[in-house]
């Protein structure tokens, strides 16, 4: 019915009374599984066990009265004892788990944990130090493991960082944004600290046909398996624009594409083509993604027909609608890191980007996507959850 | 936010006395004046700090590169001594601070009164000619020993708080903030101190200055401490009975008693 075990030798015992008289305050002061030093209180060793001999190799008289324990430390931790350690001492009366390394005899370092204590005499002034030393020597190299790993840690993090940044720029024309006779331009602001590509892409070029393309998407996801899809819409619309003049055939391309190569990946996209000569006639056809916006400052519309996501249904919906672009007026194409941007249970919706873009109509069309960017930003108090993608043209007065 | 809070301005002393300004060195804040400022509250306004990053400092206000040379921390001391809007300033100096204050004193001449140097050293490593005490090794050594400390020193795990029963006038807050700061900054603090070489500042000091040497003292060698008083013309040179780096520690009353007779001199 006992729970505890009984012990093998009860305090009876002729062995047990061999081992307590064994370990009288001697035997264990000098040796204790550690060093032990009474310093005076400027280093000055005054008394010192057996063990630290042993593990040093200095003779006794070598340290009594004749080195400090300052003496005894790598000169890394010299300048460490004396404005740290030191310091501390006198004026907290202790310091405690210090790690340092004494050089021994033979010139060879033991890594040591140290703890300190000052004694003051009647008159409340300094007295003796004791010191206690304990081999650190697996523990060490185990804490170097560790600041080692963290500082593996700190590079792979800032080489993730510059490849997702590398990675994302490749989703953005390198080059301004250039449409003759129109004023168009971009803004991007990656999720969080930046530190992971993001699935937002836009990118602005001439078709060959003498009209421009405009496109800008999003992929589902984040990090490198979204980047793959990303890069793939990105290039695929690049190289199908060449030979379709419909917008909607070309998004009909990257859907059989996506849904192909990627069958648990989707897209949302918004393709333009844009015919700048007297007249402007943009050609819109979206994708599963919000619709852009024209407005002339007073009047708001939005362009296209919602059509369906591509990559997700074997079935796509997909149609061309044609706009006139007049004098003064402006559209801008948004991703729903700006729609979606939340502030608790608010949305930044589409209304607050209607307003705002009308608001800014007239103005150039870099400030009006920088704007519209930074509004979504602050909206949610300058970390955004998702990436923003914005791109503007506008056809001057 | 102002300069007094950023940097922890403790004013004591006779509002209309000479103001002393005393700054700590690298390691610690400014409790290193714990034993020393208190003697000095009868006749002089007494100013104690913590640099930016150091002590009870306002940690946002730290900028890396404004504190990675000495110059930074100078710059303090200038602007605490505007803030405050002093004139005839003594600065008292222990350690690197020192040379931070003959810095300062370059900065803005006429705001200066004296300068009194403790264990001060205008470059630590062994140049041509010039005996430091340091090899280039010995402060990378120093480095690591700060990055060994880590876990010890970081003010990111959090500090035990440890009785003071046979000093209870320090207080527990004391051991929460005294000689604790982020590894980063200290490590910044140290390269800044460490591999600073001020030697060329020294001659062109021009008020009075007094250098006080103590006896034994591994980070600023007794040849250092003549070198500076060779090289300030002028200065007045006291050796300390007192051994280590830190007399205002280990020996307050020589060290208030060497400051007084060169204050009672000027």
Same mark, same amino acid.
């Given at each position: 019915?006992?729970?505890?075990?009984?012990?093998?030798?009860?305090?009876?015992?002729?062995?047990?009374?061999?081992?307590?008289?064994?370990?009288?305050?001697?035997?264990?002061?000098?040796?204790?599984?550690? /060093?032990?030093?009474?310093?005076?209180?400027?280093?000055?060793?005054? +008394?010192?066990?057996?063990?630290?001999?042993?593990?040093?190799?200095?003779?006794?008289?070598?340290?009594?009265?004749?080195?400090?324990?300052?003496?005894?430390?790598?000169?890394?931790?010299?300048?460490?004892?004396?404005?740290?350690?030191?310091?501390?001492?006198?004026?907290?009366?202790?310091?405690?788990?210090?790690?340092?390394?004494?050089?021994?005899?033979?010139?060879?370092?033991?890594?040591?944990?140290?703890?300190?204590?000052? +004694?003051?005499?009647?008159? /409340?002034?300094?007295?003796?130090?004791?010191?206690?030393?304990?081999?650190? !020597?697996?523990?060490?190299?185990?804490?170097?493991?560790?600041?080692?790993?963290?500082?593996?840690?700190?590079?792979?993090?800032?080489?993730? !960082?510059?490849?997702?940044?590398?990675?994302?720029?490749? *989703?953005?024309?390198?080059?301004?944004?250039?449409?003759?006779?129109?004023?168009?331009?971009?803004?991007?602001?990656?999720?969080?600290?930046?530190?992971?590509?993001? /699935?937002?892409?836009?990118?602005?070029?001439?078709?060959?046909?003498?009209?421009?393309?405009?496109?800008? /998407?999003?992929?589902?996801? +984040?990090?490198?398996?979204?980047?793959?899809?990303?890069?793939?819409?990105?290039?695929?619309?690049?190289?199908?624009? *060449?030979?379709?003049?419909?917008?909607?055939?070309?998004?009909?391309?990257?859907?059989?594409?996506?849904?192909?190569?990627?069958?648990?990946?989707?897209?949302?996209?918004?393709?333009?083509?844009?015919?700048?000569?007297?007249?402007?006639?943009?050609?819109?056809?979206?994708?599963?993604?919000?619709? %852009?916006?024209?407005?002339?400052?007073?009047?708001?519309?939005?362009?296209?027909?919602?059509?369906?996501?591509?990559?997700?249904?074997?079935?796509?919906?997909?149609?061309?609608?044609?706009?006139?672009?007049?004098?003064?007026?402006?559209?801008?194409?948004?991703?729903?890191?700006?729609?979606?941007?939340?502030?608790?249970?608010?949305?930044?919706?589409?209304?607050?980007?209607?307003?705002?873009?009308?608001?800014?109509?007239?103005? %150039?069309?870099?400030?009006?996507?920088?704007?519209?960017?930074?509004?979504?930003?602050?909206?949610?108090?300058?970390?955004?959850?998702?990436?923003?993608?914005?791109?503007?043209? !506008?056809?001057?007065? | 936010?102002?300069?007094?809070?950023?940097?922890?301005?403790?004013?004591?002393?006779?509002?209309?006395?000479? %103001?002393?300004?005393?700054?700590?060195?690298?390691?610690?804040?400014?409790?290193?004046?714990?034993?020393?400022?208190?003697?000095?509250?009868?006749?002089?306004?007494?100013?104690? *700090?913590?640099?930016?990053?150091?002590?009870?400092?306002?940690?946002?206000?730290?900028?890396?590169?404004?504190?990675?040379?000495?110059?930074?921390?100078?710059?303090?001391?200038?602007?605490?001594?505007?803030?405050?809007?002093?004139?005839?300033?003594?600065?008292?100096?222990?350690?690197?601070?020192?040379?931070?204050?003959?810095?300062?004193?370059?900065?803005?001449?006429?705001? *200066?009164?004296?300068?009194?140097?403790?264990?001060?050293? %205008?470059?630590?490593?062994?140049?041509?000619?010039?005996?430091?005490?340091?090899?280039?090794?010995?402060?990378?050594?120093?480095?690591?020993?700060?990055?060994?400390?880590?876990?010890?020193?970081?003010?990111?795990?959090?500090?035990?708080?440890?009785?003071?029963?046979? !000093?209870?006038?320090?207080?527990?807050?004391?051991?929460?903030?005294?000689?604790?700061?982020?590894?980063?900054?200290?490590?910044?603090?140290?390269?800044?101190?460490?591999?600073?070489?001020?030697?060329?500042?020294?001659?062109?000091?021009?008020?009075?200055?007094?250098?006080?040497?103590?006896?034994?003292?591994?980070?600023?060698?007794?040849?250092?401490?003549?070198?500076?008083?060779?090289?300030?013309?002028?200065?007045?040179?006291?050796?300390?009975?007192?051994?280590?780096?830190?007399?205002?520690?280990?020996?307050? +009353?020589?060290?208030?008693?060497?400051?007084?007779?060169?204050?009672?001199?000027?």
């Amino acid at each position: 019915m006992t729970g505890e075990a009984e012990l093998a030798t009860p305090t009876g015992t002729p062995e047990f009374f061999d081992a307590l008289l064994e370990d009288d305050p001697n035997e264990l002061y000098e040796n204790a599984p550690c /060093g032990y030093l009474s310093t005076r209180p400027d280093g000055t060793i005054v +008394k010192v066990n057996q063990t630290f001999l042993t593990w040093t190799g200095f003779r006794r008289d070598e340290l009594v009265g004749r080195r400090r324990l300052q003496d005894l430390l790598a000169v890394g931790d010299r300048i460490f004892y004396e404005t740290h350690y030191a310091p501390l001492l006198r004026m907290q009366g202790m310091v405690r788990e210090i790690a340092v390394d004494v050089v021994l005899s033979s010139g060879e370092r033991l890594p040591v944990l140290a703890n300190s204590v000052l +004694k003051r005499d009647a008159g /409340g002034e300094p007295m003796v130090v004791r010191t206690v030393l304990f081999d650190a !020597r697996e523990r060490r190299s185990y804490e170097r493991e560790l600041v080692a790993a963290r500082q593996r840690a700190e590079a792979a993090e800032a080489r993730a !960082r510059e490849l997702a940044q590398t990675l994302q720029s490749t *989703f953005m024309p390198p080059v301004a944004l250039d449409i003759p006779g129109l004023d168009v331009a971009g803004a991007y602001h990656p999720a969080g600290d930046g530190s992971e590509v993001g /699935g937002d892409f836009y990118d602005v070029f001439p078709t060959g046909r003498g009209t421009h393309a405009v496109v800008l /998407g999003d992929v589902s996801g +984040k990090g490198a398996d979204a980047a793959v899809v990303t890069a793939l819409a990105r290039h695929v619309v690049r190289a199908e624009v *060449f030979h379709r003049p419909s917008p909607a055939g070309v998004l009909g391309v990257l859907h059989e594409a996506v849904r192909r190569a990627y069958p648990e990946r989707f897209c949302t996209a918004v393709l333009v083509e844009v015919a700048a000569g007297d007249d402007v006639v943009l050609t819109v056809c979206a994708a599963g993604h919000h619709l %852009p916006v024209k407005t002339d400052g007073t009047r708001v519309d939005r362009l296209g027909a919602a059509g369906t996501i591509l990559g997700m249904l074997d079935e796509t919906h997909l149609q061309d609608r044609r706009y006139s672009l007049e004098a003064g007026e402006t559209v801008v194409l948004y991703t729903d890191g700006v729609a979606e941007a939340r502030r608790g249970r608010e949305f930044f919706g589409d209304r607050r980007i209607e307003t705002l873009v009308a608001g800014g109509a007239g103005r %150039p069309a870099a400030e009006v996507a920088e704007g519209l960017a930074a509004a979504a930003i602050d909206f949610q108090d300058g970390r955004p959850r998702d990436d923003i993608a914005v791109v503007a043209l !506008r056809r001057p007065s | 936010m102002g300069v007094a809070e950023r940097n922890n301005v403790v004013v004591g002393g006779r509002p209309d006395g000479t %103001p002393i300004v005393f700054a700590h060195g690298f390691g610690c804040d400014q409790n290193m004046w714990r034993y020393v400022e208190p003697a000095f509250r009868p006749s002089f306004r007494t100013v104690l *700090f913590d640099y930016v990053g150091a002590g009870r400092s306002e940690r946002s206000a730290y900028d890396a590169e404004r504190y990675s040379t000495l110059g930074g921390y100078a710059r303090d001391v200038v602007e605490i001594c505007e803030e405050l809007d002093l004139s005839d300033v003594v600065f008292v100096g222990h350690s690197v601070s020192a040379m931070v204050g003959v810095l300062a004193y370059l900065d803005d001449p006429a705001r *200066f009164k004296a300068l009194v140097m403790v264990g001060p050293s %205008p470059r630590y490593i062994d140049d041509d000619g010039y005996t430091g005490g340091f090899g280039r090794a010995d402060i990378d050594e120093l480095l690591d020993s700060l990055e060994s400390n880590y876990l010890g020193w970081s003010t990111a795990i959090a500090p035990l708080i440890m009785g003071n029963a046979d !000093r209870p006038e320090l207080g527990a807050e004391l051991t929460e903030s005294f000689c604790r700061t982020d590894p980063d900054i200290q490590k910044r603090f140290a390269r800044a101190t460490f591999l600073s070489d001020n030697r060329a500042d020294l001659a062109r000091v021009a008020v009075p200055t007094l250098v006080l040497q103590c006896s034994d003292d591994v980070i600023a060698p007794v040849s250092v401490g003549e070198y500076v008083h060779r090289q300030i013309p002028g200065s007045r040179f006291v050796q300390l009975d007192a051994t280590g780096h830190c007399p205002n520690l280990s020996a307050p +009353k020589e060290t208030i008693a060497a400051i007084e007779a060169f204050l009672a001199g000027l």
